[in-house]
């Protein structure tokens, strides 16, 4: 409890700026201003959902222990208090949640941000295969980047939608000119967008080496495609030797690790000028070297790997500072996509903003020679002392074991897409979550707590919460499903009836009535309170519950494109998909060190789960029923 307290004060290195300190105004403001706070669901009712969201993946004696738990939790007047304390929590500020949320999702969160919290992305390959095609392609991303950057500054951005309802924008003001900072208990964001004179560049590494490319002119105009072209060729000529320490690994260590070797490399004022000006740009561009080759089927799940963790000290890993929120990677070979910190954002923003980019590097390009000849781009240099060395050292081998056991399959299902699951009026999301379900339960022979991410988007300064696909209207399906006792009609009758459950606890979360934030709430707020933890949070079924062996989400895109990213825990997969209309795009990770788990295999039970539900359905004509 204490230590809670001790971490909640923690604080970000004086010249950096928390993001939650930043002022706004304008348009965005009158926007943001607009929207409702995040409610603080009645106690009743989440533990109520609690109960039910329990019963497909605990044993029936659990539940019951649990059902007691609870009961104690409302009689004894314990729960009632702790409500009272989130209630008046919300009234005092903008979001009762978000600070939480933050800390405890992200900055507290000690595990390498590799695999673990920094989502991947994976373009579709590029058609170019040498130096001039990276560049090319690099610096109209670039230009890119900066068109759509100029919305955010003018604050022209149309607002978002979800379900009739505007969305809260924050999120695009944190992605740009902004970096994680490592700490001893807790880390930091900063954010140097609204700061009084923002940065005027983006960091480029390429050979482990990193630069300072200014990509504005004096008069504020930004630098054309083929001035930036000019600029990192500049960069790459005066960056060939490969013998260099791949320092920016270091930012791949556990966070406790890496703190500590922040402090002993920010000593140096050299070192501590490269990380400002890396953790000040306003984003990074990694230019790659090829990407070892390999089958083409293999090719997807290769470049997942490499956008994940670039492949390892020997390879692109070095080409990385995994604290920046927004790193785009461009590979000489024409892979390419991006990694990002998750600390600032959700996919939905970063998802956006590259399908603005791709749609922007499509356009016929306008053909300006520089006239003005541009300044050398500034290398960032480093000393490297021998405890320096050492931790980089450590950092690649424990790099070395996390790719190792990194299990990813990206994979495009190309029989349908959201047209499918749409002409049978069913929704296409609660749909692929469904045959998910049935391919773990072909599996596993049994359901598992599942997360799916929900947006609270429709809440000033919302983030998520989790739709908890595994049902009991799934369980009573994906039983059902095979069993030849079962008549088909009956089967299609609780296909429906699951999918709809599906969507109902969807728009329950998005309009703030889910109940594991709720619950994280009470829990955090019981901390605060210094009051002893209640037995609710204290028992196996609260474990298995948290203990999300399906960690998933939607993240869908215009491009043709996927997203990734790591089990949340050991026995676990990652799931993300990008549903286009006429095919879905999809990435299953695992660890290889669970004899349990395999990637490509859950990703072949999805594959026939989608396939089997859709002939269920279509042996079944809806009119018939
Ligand atoms: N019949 C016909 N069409 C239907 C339908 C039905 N019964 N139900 C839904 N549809 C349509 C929708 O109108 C929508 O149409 P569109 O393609 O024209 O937009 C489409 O099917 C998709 O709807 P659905 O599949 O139900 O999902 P959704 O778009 O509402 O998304 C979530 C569901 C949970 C993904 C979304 O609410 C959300 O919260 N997204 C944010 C997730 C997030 O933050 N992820 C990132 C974490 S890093």
């Given at each position: 409890m204490l230590a809670f307290a001790a971490r909640a004060v923690v604080k970000p290195p004086g010249f950096l700026k928390p993001f939650s300190l930043m002022k706004v105004s304008g348009r965005f403001k009158a926007h943001q201003d607009s929207l409702p706070r995040l409610p603080v669901p009645p106690l009743q009712q989440s533990l109520d959902h609690y109960l039910k969201a329990l019963q497909p993946i605990v044993s029936k004696e659990e539940w019951i222990q649990t059902k007691q738990l609870v009961e104690e939790f409302q009689t004894s007047g314990v729960g009632e208090r702790l409500q009272k304390g989130l209630e008046r929590r919300a009234k005092k500020?903008?979001?009762?949640?978000?600070?939480?949320?933050?800390?405890?999702?992200?900055?507290?969160?000690?595990?390498?941000?590799?695999?673990?919290?920094?989502?991947?992305?994976?373009?579709?390959?590029?058609?170019?295969?040498?130096?001039?095609?990276?560049?090319?392609?690099?610096?109209?991303?670039?230009?890119?980047?900066?068109?759509?950057?100029?919305?955010?500054?003018?604050?022209?951005?149309?607002?978002?939608?979800?379900?009739?309802?505007?969305?809260?924008?924050?999120?695009?003001?944190?992605?740009?000119?902004?970096?994680?900072?490592?700490?001893?208990?807790?880390?930091?964001?900063?954010?140097?967008?609204?700061?009084?004179?923002?940065?005027?560049?983006?960091?480029?590494?390429?050979?482990?080496?990193?630069?300072?490319?200014?990509?504005?002119?004096?008069?504020?105009?930004?630098?054309?495609?083929?001035?930036?072209?000019?600029?990192?060729?500049?960069i790459w000529n005066s960056s060939l030797q490969t013998n260099k320490e791949p320092v920016g690994i270091l930012t791949s260590n556990h966070r406790n690790s890496w703190a500590k070797a922040y402090n002993t490399l920010i000593k140096d004022k050299v070192n501590r000028e490269s990380v400002r000006s890396i953790q000040q740009s306003i984003f990074a561009v990694c230019l790659d070297r090829p990407v070892p080759r390999v089958a083409d089927e293999a090719y997807r799940s290769h470049v997942a790997g490499q956008m994940l963790h670039g492949g390892g000290g020997q390879l692109n890993s070095g080409n990385r500072w995994f604290d920046k929120t927004l790193q785009f990677i461009v590979a000489e070979d024409g892979s390419c996509g991006l990694v990002y910190e998750h600390a600032a954002a959700e996919g939905p923003p970063i998802i956006s903003l590259l399908d603005h980019v791709i749609e922007f590097t499509k356009k016929p390009e306008l053909v300006s020679p520089p006239t003005v000849p541009l300044p050398m781009p500034r290398k960032l240099r480093f000393n490297i002392t021998p405890e320096i060395k050492k931790d980089i050292e450590k950092a690649k081998q424990n790099l070395g074991i996390m790719i190792q056991d990194l299990d990813i399959t990206v994979m495009v299902f190309h029989h349908f897409g959201k047209d499918f699951p749409k002409s049978e009026k069913l929704s296409p999301d609660a749909f692929i979550q469904l045959a998910l379900q049935l391919a773990y339960y072909r599996t596993y022979?049994?359901?598992?707590?599942?997360?799916?991410?929900?947006?609270?988007?429709?809440?000033?300064?919302?983030?998520?919460?989790?739709?908890?696909?595994?049902?009991?209207?799934?369980?009573?399906?994906?039983?059902?499903?095979?069993?030849?006792?079962?008549?088909?009609?009956?089967?299609?009758?609780?296909?429906?009836?699951?999918?709809?459950?599906?969507?109902?606890?969807?728009?329950?979360?998005?309009?703030?009535?889910?109940?594991?934030?709720?619950?994280?709430?009470?829990?955090?707020?019981?901390?605060?309170?210094?009051?002893?933890?209640?037995?609710?949070?204290?028992?196996?079924?609260?474990?298995?519950?948290?203990?999300?062996?399906?960690?998933?989400?939607?993240?869908?895109?215009?491009?043709?494109?996927?997203?990734?990213?790591?089990?949340?825990?050991?026995?676990?997969?990652?799931?993300?998909?990008?549903?286009?209309?006429?095919?879905?795009?999809?990435?299953?990770?695992?660890?290889?060190?669970?004899?349990?788990?395999?990637?490509?295999?859950?990703?072949?039970?999805?594959?026939?789960?989608?396939?089997?539900m859709r002939a269920l359905l279509q042996g079944h004509p809806r009119a018939k029923l």
């Amino acid at each position: 409890m204490l230590a809670f307290a001790a971490r909640a004060v923690v604080k970000p290195p004086g010249f950096l700026k928390p993001f939650s300190l930043m002022k706004v105004s304008g348009r965005f403001k009158a926007h943001q201003d607009s929207l409702p706070r995040l409610p603080v669901p009645p106690l009743q009712q989440s533990l109520d959902h609690y109960l039910k969201a329990l019963q497909p993946i605990v044993s029936k004696e659990e539940w019951i222990q649990t059902k007691q738990l609870v009961e104690e939790f409302q009689t004894s007047g314990v729960g009632e208090r702790l409500q009272k304390g989130l209630e008046r929590r919300a009234k005092k500020s903008e979001n009762w949640l978000s600070e939480w949320w933050l800390k405890t999702a992200y900055l507290q969160y000690r595990q390498p941000l590799v695999i673990h919290s920094n989502p991947g992305l994976m373009l579709p390959k590029q058609d170019f295969v040498d130096l001039q095609g990276q560049l090319r392609f690099a610096a109209r991303l670039i230009e890119g980047v900066l068109d759509f950057k100029a919305m955010i500054d003018n604050e022209t951005l149309p607002v978002e939608y979800l379900g009739g309802k505007p969305l809260c924008m924050n999120q695009y003001y944190q992605i740009l000119s902004s970096c994680r900072v490592p700490g001893p208990k807790q880390d930091s964001v900063v954010n140097f967008s609204k700061v009084k004179k923002p940065p005027l560049h983006i960091t480029v590494v390429h050979n482990f080496q990193f630069f300072e490319l200014d990509v504005y002119h004096s008069d504020g105009t930004p630098l054309t495609a083929d001035q930036i072209f000019v600029q990192l060729e500049k960069i790459w000529n005066s960056s060939l030797q490969t013998n260099k320490e791949p320092v920016g690994i270091l930012t791949s260590n556990h966070r406790n690790s890496w703190a500590k070797a922040y402090n002993t490399l920010i000593k140096d004022k050299v070192n501590r000028e490269s990380v400002r000006s890396i953790q000040q740009s306003i984003f990074a561009v990694c230019l790659d070297r090829p990407v070892p080759r390999v089958a083409d089927e293999a090719y997807r799940s290769h470049v997942a790997g490499q956008m994940l963790h670039g492949g390892g000290g020997q390879l692109n890993s070095g080409n990385r500072w995994f604290d920046k929120t927004l790193q785009f990677i461009v590979a000489e070979d024409g892979s390419c996509g991006l990694v990002y910190e998750h600390a600032a954002a959700e996919g939905p923003p970063i998802i956006s903003l590259l399908d603005h980019v791709i749609e922007f590097t499509k356009k016929p390009e306008l053909v300006s020679p520089p006239t003005v000849p541009l300044p050398m781009p500034r290398k960032l240099r480093f000393n490297i002392t021998p405890e320096i060395k050492k931790d980089i050292e450590k950092a690649k081998q424990n790099l070395g074991i996390m790719i190792q056991d990194l299990d990813i399959t990206v994979m495009v299902f190309h029989h349908f897409g959201k047209d499918f699951p749409k002409s049978e009026k069913l929704s296409p999301d609660a749909f692929i979550q469904l045959a998910l379900q049935l391919a773990y339960y072909r599996t596993y022979g049994q359901a598992c707590a599942t997360y799916e991410s929900a947006s609270l988007r429709a809440f000033h300064l919302g983030r998520t919460d989790t739709i908890r696909s595994a049902t009991v209207e799934s369980l009573a399906f994906v039983r059902a499903m095979d069993g030849s006792s079962v008549p088909e009609h009956q089967k299609v009758e609780l296909l429906r009836r699951a999918v709809q459950a599906h969507r109902d606890y969807t728009d329950r979360a998005i309009r703030g009535e889910a109940f594991d934030r709720h619950l994280l709430g009470l829990r955090l707020q019981a901390v605060e309170d210094l009051v002893s933890m209640p037995d609710i949070f204290m028992d196996a079924s609260y474990a298995v519950a948290m203990h999300f062996k399906l960690s998933t989400s939607q993240v869908p895109a215009k491009t043709d494109c996927v997203m990734f990213f790591g089990p949340v825990v050991p026995d676990g997969y990652g799931v993300c998909y990008n549903p286009r209309e006429a095919h879905i795009h999809f990435s299953v990770s695992a660890y290889n060190s669970c004899a349990e788990t395999s990637a490509g295999r859950l990703a072949r039970s999805l594959e026939r789960a989608l396939l089997d539900m859709r002939a269920l359905l279509q042996g079944h004509p809806r009119a018939k029923l």
